[in-house]
C-alpha cells in the first residue's frame, strides 16, 4: 500500500519524467476544457449543445474529484494537506459542481477559480518538458497571472450580474470587457453593475488595476531588459539560455558555463 502511494506521488509531483508529463499535460487539457465550457455556456446556444457541455463539465468534475482524493489518499500527513494551497484551490475548483446539483449560487460563483488549478504547473522547474528556460518560465508564470485574473474577475462579474442586469452582461465577453476597461483604469462607463456584490467586485477590480496589474506588467518589461543586456550562452545543466556578459557561471544553478563569453 506505501508503495502504491509512493507511485502515485511520483506520477503527478514529478513533472519531468516523460509519463508524469502525460499524466499531468491530460490534467491541464482538462482544466482548460471545464474552464472554456463556463465561457461558452454564458452564451445563447441550443439545448442539445448545452446538455453535451454539461455531461463533459460533469465528466470532468468526477475526474478533478477522483483525482483530488487520490491525492489526499496518498499524503502521509492529511490534514496538513487539506489546508496547503493547493489542495484548496483543488478543492475549490469542484466544491461548486457538486453544490450547484442544488442551486445554490453563491458557492457556484467559485467555479471560475478552477482556472487558477494550472498554478502548480506553471510553478515548475520546467513547463512538461518541452519549456526549461527560466527566463521564458517567468514570461509565461507572469502572463498567466495577469490572464487568470481577468479571467476570474470576469466569470465572476458575469455570474453576480447576469440575472439583474442581462442588458450590460449578456455574455462572457461583455464582462471581460468590462473587466479589462474597468482594472486598466479606463472606465469607459457605458457598462455598470447594479448589484452591490457587483460594485463590490468592481471596486477589487480597481484596486487590483492599480497595484497588482502595474506590479506584473512591470516584471514583465523588467525581464526584457534584462534579457536585452544578456549574451545568449545555455547553461547545459538548469537550461539558463542568457547570461550576464561576464558571466562564468550559471547564476541558477552554479555550473560552469561551456562557452565563456567574450569579454571586449
Known amino acids: 500500500m506505501s508503495l502504491n502511494k509512493d507511485r502515485f506521488t511520483f506520477l503527478i509531483e514529478n513533472l519531468d519524467a516523460q509519463k508524469n508529463q502525460v499524466i499531468n499535460l491530460v490534467i491541464v487539457f482538462l482544466i482548460i476544457i471545464s474552464s472554456g465550457i463556463f465561457v461558452i455556456q454564458t452564451y445563447s446556444i441550443p439545448a442539445n449543445i448545452q446538455f453535451i457541455l454539461s455531461i463533459i463539465n460533469t465528466t470532468i468534475l468526477i475526474c478533478f474529484a477522483i483525482e483530488y482524493l487520490l491525492r489526499l489518499w496518498s499524503q502521509e500527513n492529511k490534514?496538513?494537506?487539506?489546508?496547503?494551497?493547493?489542495?484548496?484551490?483543488?478543492?475549490?475548483?469542484?466544491?461548486?459542481?457538486?453544490?450547484g446539483f442544488v442551486d445554490i449560487s453563491f458557492i457556484r460563483i467559485l467555479r471560475w477559480f478552477r482556472i487558477l488549478r494550472l498554478i502548480r504547473f506553471i510553478e515548475q522547474k520546467s513547463l512538461f518538458g518541452i519549456l526549461?528556460?527560466?527566463?521564458?518560465?517567468?514570461?509565461?508564470?507572469?502572463?498567466?497571472?495577469?490572464?487568470?485574473?481577468?479571467?476570474v474577475y470576469s466569470g465572476l462579474i458575469y455570474q453576480v450580474e447576469h440575472s439583474v442586469n442581462p442588458d450590460n452582461f449578456r455574455n462572457f465577453l461583455d464582462a471581460f470587457?468590462?473587466?479589462?476597461?474597468?482594472?486598466?483604469?479606463?472606465g469607459f462607463g457605458d457598462v455598470t453593475p447594479i448589484s452591490n456584490s457587483g460594485r463590490l467586485l468592481t471596486v477589487l477590480m480597481i484596486l487590483t488595476g492599480i497595484t497588482l496589474i502595474p506590479w506584473q506588467i512591470g516584471d514583465?518589461?523588467?525581464?526584457?531588459?534584462?534579457?536585452?543586456?544578456?549574451?545568449?550562452?545555455?547553461?547545459?545543466?538548469?537550461?539558463?539560455?542568457?547570461?550576464?556578459?561576464?558571466a562564468n557561471f550559471c547564476k541558477i544553478c552554479g555550473k560552469k558555463l561551456q562557452q565563456v563569453p567574450n569579454r571586449q
Open 220 to 246: 514583465l518589461v523588467k525581464r526584457l531588459i534584462e534579457i536585452s543586456n544578456k549574451i545568449k550562452i545555455l547553461c547545459d545543466n538548469c537550461g539558463l539560455a542568457f547570461h550576464d556578459p561576464d
Open 132 to 151: 526549461s528556460n527560466e527566463d521564458l518560465l517567468i514570461f509565461v508564470r507572469i502572463l498567466f497571472t495577469l490572464f487568470a485574473i481577468i479571467f
Open 177 to 186: 470587457y468590462f473587466s479589462i476597461v474597468t482594472m486598466t483604469t479606463v
Open 79 to 99: 490534514f496538513q494537506y487539506i489546508f496547503s494551497f493547493y489542495a484548496i484551490i483543488d478543492l475549490v475548483a469542484i466544491l461548486p459542481g457538486f453544490i
